[in-house]
Structures are given as structure tokens and as C-alpha cells.
């Protein structure tokens, strides 16, 4: 797809949160986030869309991608908190000199954006199911602004401080405008091709 970020809004339209922090890896994000590292595992996009819409009675065998008979996979999904529902799954990808997330659906990564943001920046931007916008935006472990971005206007309604550099003219969807500042602003571009491919995740209770 010809645009960087913009497809990511177009793929989960039952809402997601899509986070970037600078000079980070993968796996460091998702550790900031509270992941334990010997729990990430390495999942495509429709397996975590699978897990995702397993049924709450379901069984191992309702799973496309899983073997139920490989044993030891089994078995390490299962202590790593893929195969028990989890209410949270974050997929993590790198481009050079950041790292992003992805969640779809939920919204894990604003409650963790100053741990995010630790000795560099990070960026975040949620849309509901919905249609609720936030956006977000914190340095070396401080937030600078998070709030709900208003057409012609940078900051939230309550007046407080926008994220340096964006601004929503109404013109597209909040989220939609919030990815195509990133692009522009620092050059980010994700293939869905590589989204696609297995991509270091963490399961959260």
C-alpha cells in the first residue's frame, strides 16, 4: 500500500492503538509495557486474529495455526498467556531508528507511555469501536500531552498542550491525520507486507 501509516486505520476498523518510540527495539517496547521477555513469542497478524476470536468455551482445536498435538508449543503458549483469553495482545515491529506497536481493539500502550518514553520519546494514537480519538506524546519519561484531538485545533478541549507539530483540520479522521503526521514528520513507513509476518508479541491478562 502506497501510504506509510494510513492503512492501519483502513485494516483495523473495529478500532486499535498504534504506538512508536525512537531508538528502541521490539522487544524492549513490549518489555516496557510489563512483558516478561521469555514470554514474547513471534505471531503473524491472523494468528493474533485468531487467538483474538477464539471463543470463551472454545477448545485448542478451534486455533487454524495451532498443532495441538506439538506438545511443547503447547505448552509454552500456553505459560506465556496466548492460549488462556487474554484481554490483551501487542505485536511489535522495528523501521529504522524506531520501534512500534499495534493493538487491535484494545488500548495497553497510553497507560505505559512514560515507561515507553524512558531516555527517548514515544508517540500513541487510539481510536474506540467507537470512533473515540486519543492521541498521545511523552519524553524521557514525562507525558507532554494526551488528549482527544478536536477538528482545527492542536490541543484538547480543556486547553492543554497538543502534540508538538500535529494538528487536526477536520479534514480526516483524527487518527487518520495523527498517522499521516507521523509519516511526515519522521519519514514512517510500514509495508503491510511485513505487518503480516510474525512479529515479536506479548499476551496480557
Do not use: K
Request: charged residues 20%; aromatic residues 10%.
Amino acid at each position: 500500500m502506497a501510504n506509510g501509516l494510513r492503512w492501519i486505520a483502513t485494516t483495523y476498523d473495529l478500532g486499535y492503538t498504534f504506538t512508536l518510540c525512537e531508538g528502541i527495539g521490539p522487544r524492549d517496547l513490549l518489555v516496557r509495557m510489563g512483558a516478561e521477555p521469555h514470554h514474547l513469542h513471534e505471531l503473524a497478524d491472523d494468528v493474533v486474529a485468531d487467538l483474538q476470536m477464539r471463543p470463551e468455551d472454545g477448545h485448542l482445536s478451534d486455533l487454524d495455526f495451532l498443532d495441538g498435538e506439538d506438545e511443547s508449543l503447547v505448552a509454552r503458549l500456553t505459560e506465556a498467556g496466548f492460549l488462556s483469553h487474554p484481554g490483551v495482545l501487542v505485536r511489535a515491529g522495528a523501521v529504522p531508528g524506531w520501534a512500534y506497536a499495534i493493538e487491535s481493539i484494545t488500548s495497553r500502550a497510553p497507560a505505559h507511555l512514560e515507561a515507553l518514553s524512558q531516555g527517548t520519546r514515544a508517540y500513541t494514537v487510539f481510536r474506540s469501536v467507537n470512533g473515540e480519538h486519543e492521541v498521545g506524546y511523552a519524553v524521557d519519561g514525562r507525558t507532554i500531552a494526551y488528549y482527544r484531538p478536536h477538528a482545527r485545533h492542536s490541543a484538547g478541549a480543556g486547553g492543554e498542550p497538543g502534540v508538538p507539530g500535529f494538528e487536526c483540520s477536520g479534514e480526516e479522521r483524527p487518527d487518520v491525520a495523527f498517522l499521516r503526521f507521523l509519516e511526515r514528520e519522521h519519514g514512517i513507513h510500514v509495508s503491510w507486507e511485513d505487518f503480516q509476518a510474525p512479529l515479536p508479541t506479548a499476551a496480557f491478562a
